[in-house]
């Protein structure tokens, strides 16, 4: 299995905790993404050479619903013509609610999308705007709505807990927690086939991260369990950290990621492994889009020790099936497997050891057992 992903570096506007490879667009827009386009077709006839058909297309960024209309059209056109799509069973295409009117999501669906993932965050004024989102809460239903009535019928929502509005106090805390709960109400109320949750972080650079504002990790956890038992009660399967779905619903171009397989990534910051290398193009989209062909900022090649470690970590992100040890893992690893087990942290099914759920949300102190 292998999946493509497509990387565009543009949204309506910068959120305040945002630091992917992603900037506003700006006036002269349509010069820019004819550019950007152009830089997108060569490195994909460059990178034809090598990489055929894929099982899976993933287009994300920034904000591809930015685009205008005959960009997403000529951006499906490059890709159909360079690659093989016809056994891609999934089609995703990543939107914010402010860019996603019908008229685009029609176009979308006739290009051959049949997934949508949309950036919620949030169904609260308050915490959208702390969050620097652009769209009012009422804006992710109508754009809910208009997906369906364009022909999605798979459609995922993304929401952030964890923004510190409100202040320190106890009364405020509860008051978070209440704010959360609604969320996951009303992205139920709407019936997704998947939901993401994830907690918000603060990275260093962006405006949140000079703001200073935090709340507690023991907060954080409260909300994270809210999310499981919601969830849960609501139908969706728990399979993987920060993601759940209504069953058979799961993100297939995720899963293949987190199962450590080949991938394909075009555009500027985009990735790619192919079982043994990686590489990653410049982060920096005006080099990129000069010289698109020869864009790779950073190559590696892995040791088996590297992939064994890899395996691993992503393996168990996935709750249900966890992770198959070989040999190479059992020999690097089995002393720590013994260790983490004897502590509750992860457990055995079969042939797999897979986490235990008192271990998910401090999850990263596991993983940082295997690298």
């Known amino acids: 299995m292998a999946g493509l992903y497509v990387h565009i570096p543009f949204c309506r506007a910068k959120c305040r905790y945002c630091d992917f490879a992603s900037a506003a667009a700006g006036r002269d827009f349509a010069e820019t993404e004819s550019r950007y386009l152009d830089a997108l077709a060569a490195e994909a006839v460059a990178r034809s050479v090598g990489w055929k058909e894929f099982d899976t297309v993933y287009i994300g960024g920034g904000t591809p619903g930015v685009l205008s209309a005959a960009a997403l059209e000529r951006l499906f056109v490059l890709l159909k013509s360079n690659f093989d799509l016809s056994a891609a069973s999934e089609i995703t295409v990543e939107c914010n609610p402010e860019s996603a009117d019908f008229a685009k999501l029609d176009v ?46 798979n459609i995922g929502l993304d929401l952030i807990f964890g923004a510190p509005v409100g202040g320190p106090e106890t009364s405020a805390m509860e008051s978070r927690l209440e704010k959360w709960r609604c969320d996951l109400d009303n992205a139920v109320a709407l019936k997704p086939e998947h939901i993401s949750v994830y907690a918000l972080s603060i990275e260093d650079g962006t405006p949140l991260a000079a703001s200073g504002d935090i709340i507690s990790e023991d907060e954080q956890a409260d909300m994270y369990a809210l999310a499981r038992e919601h969830l849960s009660s609501a139908g969706y399967v728990h399979y993987e950290l920060s993601n759940f779905a209504r069953p058979g619903r799961e993100s297939r171009h ?80 089995a002393d720590v497997l013994s260790r983490l087990e004897a502590d509750g942290s992860v457990e055995r099914r079969g042939a797999a050891f897979r986490l235990r759920p008192s271990a998910y949300f401090t999850s990263n102190a596991v993983m940082r057992e295997f690298v």
């Open 254 to 333: 995720n899963l293949n990621y987190w199962r450590l397989g080949s991938y394909l990534g075009l555009g500027a910051a985009a990735a790619s492994f192919d079982g043994r290398s990686r590489f990653k193009n410049t982060s920096d989209t005006a080099v990129y889009t000069d010289n698109p062909a020869d864009s790779a900022a950073e190559r590696e090649t892995l040791t088996g020790g590297q992939i064994a470690s890899e395996k691993i970590f992503l393996g168990l992100r996935l709750l249900n099936e966890g992770v198959t040890f070989g040999a190479e893992e059992s020999r690097l690893y």
């Open 108 to 153: 979308l669906t006739r290009l051959g999308a049949n997934r949508l993932s949309m950036g919620a965050q949030s169904f609260d004024e308050e915490t959208l705007k702390y969050l620097g989102r652009v769209h009012p809460a009422m804006s992710v239903r109508e754009s809910f709505a208009a997906a369906r009535e364009a022909g999605f019928d």
